[in-house]
């Protein structure tokens, strides 16, 4: 399994996008990300610097991603 250290929450959010989540609005320094498929919660992003590793493993978790997942997505672009 790879790591999930240095990952900013911009970059977060755009691996999110790729499996449906989008950016609804942003409330001061976070991203809130919407997911229209049943089942998906809320995820909040923040947007400032590098993501902490266990805030971020929980949002993929949440988003129903294994970690080997959101790092494949984070390489290759897609699941």
Not at 13 to 22: L, S, W
Not at 24 to 29: I, L, N, P
Not at 48 to 55: C, I, K, M, T
């Amino acid at each position: 399994m790879g790591t999930l250290g240095n990952i900013s929450g911009r970059e977060a959010v755009k691996i999110f996008q790729k499996i449906g989540y989008y950016a609804a609005r942003q409330e001061g320094s976070h991203i809130i990300l919407v997911n229209d498929r049943e089942g998906y919660p809320i995820l909040v992003i923040p947007d400032h610097g590098e993501v902490a590793p266990g805030l971020l493993r929980a949002q993929i978790k949440r988003a129903h991603l294994s970690i080997r997942e959101f790092l494949r997505i984070k390489r290759k672009g897609k699941l």
